[in-house]
């Protein structure tokens, strides 16, 4: 009679990898899918504080994955390649929403301007990156919003805009549009010379 394995038996650890590389980035991954259907925050956000547990159990699984069934197998491949891009997806989503990455599809010019007017805005109710994304988005749909952030870490977004085209109101107006439960306050406003 063979001992019984504390790990998952068969090939049952890829999917319990790829399982737990989906709850470690659930409130990102799943809250941008409802996203695209304009479905609002679904609460995902309290999985946050439990991101550490998933993402060292997802190790642990892929390195069983590795070492039972070998490198060489597609299966391992696929569930490390599938595990890996959903773990760091909260990291990938931060960057964008902070302006450090861009995704253009269209290769789109921001309008050329020597001005921008700068709206600092403090935001309440930023719970995961999700959210910061859906603000973002709706940011970057305005006409002459030349390029805005949006930081989950301090629930903060930084718009720029061409001068003379909005007011601290509308900014505002533009957060509770996407979801009534943010709290959002221009906390500074100011234009700024670009070059």
Not at 7 to 32: E, H, N, R, V
Not at 78 to 99: A, D, K, R, W
Not at 123 to 148: H, L, M, W, Y
């Amino acid at each position: 009679m063979q001992p019984k394995s504390a790990f998952p038996s068969d090939k049952s650890s890829y999917i319990w990898a790829i399982t737990t590389g989906l709850l470690g980035s659930s409130c990102c991954i799943i809250q941008l899918i409802l996203n695209i259907f304009s479905i609002s925050c679904a609460g995902f956000s309290i999985l946050t504080p439990y991101r550490p547990i998933f993402l060292s159990f997802t190790t642990v699984l892929i390195l069983y994955t590795m070492t039972k069934y070998g490198l060489n197998s597609k299966q391992t491949l696929v569930t490390l390649l599938i595990s890996l891009s959903l773990s760091t997806s909260p990291e990938l989503i931060s960057l964008y929403n902070q302006g450090k990455i861009t995704i253009s599809p269209f290769n789109l010019e921001k309008p050329l301007t020597e001005e921008v007017e700068i709206f600092v805005v403090q935001i309440n109710g930023i719970s995961c990156e999700g959210c910061a994304n859906r603000i973002k988005t709706q940011f970057d749909s305005k006409p002459f919003v030349v390029d805005s952030k949006v930081y989950f870490n301090n629930q903060s977004a930084i718009v720029s805009v061409i001068p003379g085209n909005y007011k601290p109101v509308d900014i505002e107006t533009w957060v509770k549009m996407v979801d009534f439960k943010y709290e959002p306050k221009v906390i500074q406003h100011y234009i700024e010379n670009k070059y």
